[in-house]
C-alpha cells in the first residue's frame, strides 16, 4: 500500500466506531490517512435522507467513503427483526450512495455480506454465482438489502461513471466483537456461552443446530486489511469476495472453543433450532488476483486472542 496516496485522502469511514469499523479506522492510519471521518450513529441517523445530505455538506472535502455501518447480527436477531434488517440497511446503503455521487465523492467503498449468497451455491462460493439462487431463509432480508447495494454500484457506474465497488467479506471474528448473546453470531456466542459456563463449572452447554454446517472464517483485522487494500487498488464492477479459505464444522469449532477456554463439559445440540446455511467458504482468488489480498492469521492464534479480548473486557464485550 502506498503512504502517498492515502496523505491525500479524506475518508468517511461509517461506522468507523463499530467492530470492524475501528479496525479499518487503525489500519488507514497505520497506511498514512491523516484525515478520517468516523460517523456515528450519534451524530448521523443514515437512514434519514436529510442526515445524509448533512453528511456530505459537512465534509465538502470527502475523497472517499467505506461503508461499513449496518443492523447486523446472528441468526436469532434475524429471524425477529427481518423487515427492520431489510429496511435499515437498505435505506443506509441507498442514501449513502447516491448522495455520495451528489456531492462528487470520488471512490464509494461498499461492505457487503456473505449472507448474500444463495443457500445452495456451489462451494466454493465464486462471485459470478451470486445470484443463481435465493439466499438462506434466516437471513435473507439482510443479505438482499445489502446485495442492492450491488447493484446501485454497478448501475451507478454504467449511468454516471462513477467508482463504486463491492466486497463480500466473509464471516469475521476478533477483539470488539459483539457478545450479546441475543444478537452475536457464533464465534463470540459461543465464546461467552464457554467462559461463562467454565465459571460456574456448568455440566454442559447448549448449542443451536446439530453443529453439521461449515462456516469459514476471517479475522477482522485481515478483513480491515483487504478492505483498505481494495479501497487503494480496486476500480472493477464486480463483487471481490474477502476471505480465509479456512472453513470448519460448526461442531468443531465449538469443540476448539471449548479445549481454548478450558470448559470440559457435555456439549447439548438443541436440533429445533435453525443450523442456517450448510456449507459458507468462498473462492478468494479474485482479490489476490486484482489486489494482493492474501488472509494471515492463523485460525487458533485468532480465537485466542478474541478469548483474552473478551476475558479482559467482560462488562464492555456483554453489553
Same mark, same amino acid.
Given at each position: 500500500m502506498s503512504a502517498d496516496f492515502w496523505a491525500d485522502q479524506v475518508v468517511i469511514v461509517t461506522g468507523g466506531a463499530g467492530f470492524l469499523g475501528r479496525h479499518v479506522v487503525e489500519e488507514l492510519r497505520a497506511q498514512g490517512a491523516a484525515n478520517v471521518i468516523i460517523v456515528r450513529s450519534a451524530d448521523y441517523d443514515l437512514r434519514q435522507q436529510a442526515s445524509v445530505a448533512g453528511l456530505y455538506a459537512d465534509h465538502p472535502a470527502a475523497s472517499m467513503v467505506i461503508h461499513l455501518a449496518a443492523n447486523v447480527g446472528g441468526i436469532g436477531i434475524n429471524r425477529e427483526h427481518p423487515g427492520l434488517f431489510f429496511y435499515e440497511n437498505l435505506m443506509m446503503g441507498t442514501l449513502l450512495l447516491e448522495y455520495a455521487r451528489?456531492?462528487?465523492?470520488?471512490?464509494?467503498?461498499?461492505?457487503?455480506?456473505?449472507?448474500?449468497?444463495?443457500?445452495?451455491?456451489?462451494?466454493?462460493?465464486?462471485?459470478?454465482?451470486?445470484?443463481?439462487?435465493? @439466499?438462506?431463509? $434466516?437471513?435473507?432480508?439482510? *443479505?438482499?438489502?445489502?446485495?442492492?447495494? #450491488?447493484?446501485?454500484?454497478? +448501475?451507478? &457506474?454504467?449511468?454516471?461513471?462513477?467508482?463504486?465497488?463491492?466486497?463480500?467479506?466473509?464471516?469475521?471474528?476478533?477483539?470488539?466483537?459483539?457478545?450479546?448473546?441475543?444478537?452475536?453470531?457464533?464465534?463470540?456466542?459461543?465464546?461467552?456461552?464457554?467462559?461463562?459456563?467454565?465459571?460456574?463449572?456448568? @455440566?454442559?452447554? $447448549?448449542?443451536?443446530?446439530? *453443529?453439521?454446517?461449515?462456516?469459514?472464517? #476471517?479475522?477482522?483485522?485481515? +478483513?480491515? &486489511?483487504?478492505?483498505?487494500?481494495?479501497?487503494?487498488?480496486?476500480?472493477?464492477?464486480?463483487?471481490?469476495?474477502?476471505?480465509?479459505?479456512?472453513?470448519?464444522?460448526?461442531?468443531?469449532?465449538?469443540?476448539?472453543?471449548?479445549?481454548?477456554?478450558?470448559?470440559c463439559g457435555k456439549l447439548h445440540w438443541d436440533t429445533s433450532k435453525p443450523n442456517g446455511q450448510p456449507r459458507r467458504k468462498l473462492d478468494v482468488s479474485r482479490a489476490e488476483r486484482d489486489f494482493g489480498f492474501v488472509a494471515r492469521t492463523d485460525f487458533r492464534a485468532g480465537l485466542r486472542e478474541t478469548i483474552r479480548w473478551y476475558r479482559a473486557n467482560r462488562s464492555l464485550a456483554d453489553s
Amino acid at each position: 500500500m502506498s503512504a502517498d496516496f492515502w496523505a491525500d485522502q479524506v475518508v468517511i469511514v461509517t461506522g468507523g466506531a463499530g467492530f470492524l469499523g475501528r479496525h479499518v479506522v487503525e489500519e488507514l492510519r497505520a497506511q498514512g490517512a491523516a484525515n478520517v471521518i468516523i460517523v456515528r450513529s450519534a451524530d448521523y441517523d443514515l437512514r434519514q435522507q436529510a442526515s445524509v445530505a448533512g453528511l456530505y455538506a459537512d465534509h465538502p472535502a470527502a475523497s472517499m467513503v467505506i461503508h461499513l455501518a449496518a443492523n447486523v447480527g446472528g441468526i436469532g436477531i434475524n429471524r425477529e427483526h427481518p423487515g427492520l434488517f431489510f429496511y435499515e440497511n437498505l435505506m443506509m446503503g441507498t442514501l449513502l450512495l447516491e448522495y455520495a455521487r451528489r456531492a462528487k465523492v470520488g471512490k464509494f467503498v461498499g461492505v457487503g455480506t456473505v449472507c448474500s449468497y444463495p443457500k445452495f451455491a456451489p462451494v466454493p462460493f465464486r462471485e459470478e454465482d451470486i445470484w443463481n439462487g435465493y @439466499p438462506e431463509e $434466516t437471513n435473507a432480508p439482510y *443479505g438482499l438489502a445489502k446485495k442492492m447495494l #450491488l447493484v446501485q454500484s454497478q +448501475a451507478y &457506474r454504467q449511468e454516471y461513471g462513477y467508482n463504486a465497488i463491492h466486497l463480500l467479506p466473509v464471516n469475521l471474528y476478533g477483539p470488539h466483537d459483539k457478545f450479546d448473546l441475543r444478537a452475536s453470531h457464533v464465534i463470540p456466542a459461543v465464546i461467552r456461552k464457554m467462559v461463562e459456563a467454565h465459571e460456574r463449572d456448568a @455440566p454442559g452447554v $447448549t448449542l443451536f443446530g446439530d *453443529g453439521s454446517p461449515t462456516r469459514e472464517f #476471517l479475522f477482522v483485522r485481515d +478483513a480491515a &486489511r483487504g478492505i483498505v487494500l481494495a479501497a487503494q487498488s480496486y476500480n472493477g464492477a464486480e463483487p471481490v469476495n474477502l476471505g480465509s479459505a479456512y472453513e470448519i464444522s460448526i461442531r468443531d469449532l465449538v469443540e476448539l472453543i471449548a479445549e481454548e477456554v478450558g470448559f470440559c463439559g457435555k456439549l447439548h445440540w438443541d436440533t429445533s433450532k435453525p443450523n442456517g446455511q450448510p456449507r459458507r467458504k468462498l473462492d478468494v482468488s479474485r482479490a489476490e488476483r486484482d489486489f494482493g489480498f492474501v488472509a494471515r492469521t492463523d485460525f487458533r492464534a485468532g480465537l485466542r486472542e478474541t478469548i483474552r479480548w473478551y476475558r479482559a473486557n467482560r462488562s464492555l464485550a456483554d453489553s
